[in-house]
């Protein structure tokens, strides 16, 4: 993949994943509406309330006419997502308590120069320079667009790597503002939040007001079964419930497997504007010496890193379980990808012409 | 007859579609020439700041301070007359003049702990870097611009629409730059 189709395939993951997001929010509030507010197109639960009352002739009190539940939650979603775009950076800054750096600082000085560098070999704006006030080492781009773009590092990378390790992180993270990758995991890490916050919420109504739901739903099952058979609705509720609970696990784990095949091209690109892939190995062995986690960097923010901040093992390990659980490729075969093209530019393959 | 009108039609799409293109990269193309031109510039206006700051520490250091001087004097008039080839060794000259001078400041404890020379240096080293960048992507955009003019079809109609290839940013033959800067360090 050239990096047009990069670009183009990190737009169309974009729109991709609002689009997935605006759908989920459309499922709750329907269920919402179904199980909750007793709304059914066509007016099959009134006639089911009736059966057993007086007011046969009344009008469908019982069920809601206007599905509000629904609208409500996709006005929500449709706030979310253009809030996730547009402070989808400010939201991720602030959340790790980033601040800008200053030029005043001789190790400050030198993150902005090497900012302004990488962009110069990139052909494009600088980025925004940020310190994040953590001891651990790590690094993240976000913003929607090159020309509204972030490079936030924390004080112990500044601290530890030397210029032109600093350089190799650098270049990396201006690989993913290069291939628009910023936007995509920064609307995604927004998404994922909101996701979360709104899995809770849902989850909290139901223990609350779960009663009201079985007692509906244990009244539909034994009047007569003008609903469809209970069993189907009870399936439906089902799928929902598990959808709403699973929904932040599921989200996570789209964006890890985004993440994941991102690092590999940030990392080539990061070695094609420096040319020297020697000093992001050497930069990449230092951030994976120190393996303590990340404590400024919270789990949604995870998968924008250059390495997970969790400071789990998982990354080092290979296989199935690795694949679907981490946000990262393992830092070995990172290593590895790196070398190859150290050595391929120091041992130029021979002409055979 | 419909056949004929949708080929020319495509030919022209074609045609059109290659042309903004190539006005596209070629506009690309001189401002990353630009960008190399600011860099010198800036390099140009550091010197003598440098110079200035290391001129005490570094008084045994005659000879190298006055080459560095000289040196951006030369590269001060050759940019300003705006020979390319010309801009290109003189500037050359400059950077070998400037490498030798870094690699002899680190015989001065004095300067290394000196808080404005550090600053200067860093400025130095940043600038340095940044010609550097700025002439690797414009040679990067270069490329591309060649490449796309050369490939066929394009390159049948390239010429006859006035493009021709641009000229890479390389170092001549004889450049000092190419040299490895000589560091006695007997002291």
Redesign the interface.
């Known amino acids: 993949m050239n990096i047009y189709e990069q670009q183009a395939s990190n737009r169309r993951m974009t729109a991709f994943l609002m689009a997935v997001f605006l759908a989920f929010f459309l499922v709750i509030g329907l269920g919402f509406d179904y199980f909750y507010l007793n709304f059914a197109p066509g007016g099959a639960q009134a006639l089911a309330m009736t059966s057993d009352g007086y007011y046969a002739a009344g009008p469908a009190g019982a069920g809601s006419p206007v599905p509000f539940g629904t609208i409500i939650a996709l006005l929500i979603g449709l706030g979310l997502t253009a809030n996730s775009f547009f402070n989808g950076p400010r939201m991720v800054l602030r959340s790790t308590l980033a601040r800008r750096a200053v030029s005043g600082v001789d190790k400050e000085r030198q993150f902005i120069n090497v900012v302004t560098e990488m962009a110069t070999a990139a052909g494009l704006p600088a980025p925004a320079a940020y310190i994040i006030p953590d001891a651990d080492l790590n690094a993240f781009a976000t913003g929607t667009s090159p020309a509204n773009s972030v490079i936030a590092v924390t004080e112990g990378l500044l601290a530890t790597l030397n210029r032109e390790e600093l350089q190799g992180v650098v270049a990396h993270e201006m690989g993913h503002i290069r291939n628009f990758d910023i936007r995509l995991m920064t609307v995604s890490a927004a998404l994922m939040g909101a996701i979360a916050l709104l899995s809770d919420f849902a989850g909290r109504s139901m223990r609350y007001g779960g009663r009201s739901s079985s007692y509906g739903g244990s009244r539909s099952s034994s009047g007569s079964s003008r609903r469809g058979g209970g069993a189907a609705a009870l399936l439906l509720f089902v799928v929902w419930i598990v959808l709403v609970v699973l929904a932040p696990l599921i989200s996570r784990m789209l964006a890890m497997a985004i993440s994941r095949q991102r690092e590999f091209l940030a990392d080539a690109t990061g070695a094609e504007l420096t040319r020297n892939p020697k000093a992001l190995i050497s930069a990449l062995e230092k951030i994976r010496q120190a393996v303590m986690p990340t404590n400024a960097i919270n789990n949604g923010v995870a998968h924008m890193c250059i390495a997970d901040p969790r400071g789990s093992l998982i990354e080092e390990k290979l296989g199935f379980t690795a694949d679907l659980l981490a946000t990262h490729p393992p830092m070995q075969k990172r290593i590895l990808a790196l070398k190859a093209m150290a050595y391929q530019s120091e041992h130029p393959q021979p002409d055979f012409n | 007859m419909t056949i004929l009108a949708i080929v020319l039609l495509v030919l022209g799409g074609w045609l059109v579609f290659m042309f903004n293109g190539l006005v596209k990269l070629r506009n690309?193309v001189a401002n990353?020439f630009r960008?190399i031109d600011v860099?010198l510039k800036r390099r140009h206006d550091l010197i003598p700041n440098l110079v200035e700051s290391v001129k005490g520490e570094m008084k045994f250091e005659k000879e190298t301070l006055e080459r560095v001087i000289q040196a951006r004097a030369a590269a001060v008039s050759a940019g300003q007359g705006g020979n390319t080839g010309d801009i290109l060794a003189k500037e050359g000259m400059l950077t070998q003049a400037l490498g030798r001078l870094i690699a002899l400041s680190e015989n001065y404890p004095n300067l290394k702990a000196n808080e404005s020379v550090?600053?200067l240096m860093?400025?130095l080293?940043?600038t340095e870097?940044?010609i550097g960048?700025?002439r690797?992507?414009y040679n990067?955009?270069v490329t591309k611009f060649n490449t796309d003019q050369q490939v066929f079809p394009t390159n049948i109609f390239a010429s006859l629409l006035g493009f021709s290839p641009s000229q890479l940013w390389e170092l001549p033959a004889d450049s000092p730059e190419r040299q490895n800067p000589k560091v006695n360090l007997t002291v």
């Open positions: 690309q990353a960008q860099q550090k600053v860093e400025e080293t940043h870097n940044q960048f700025s690797q992507f990067d955009v």
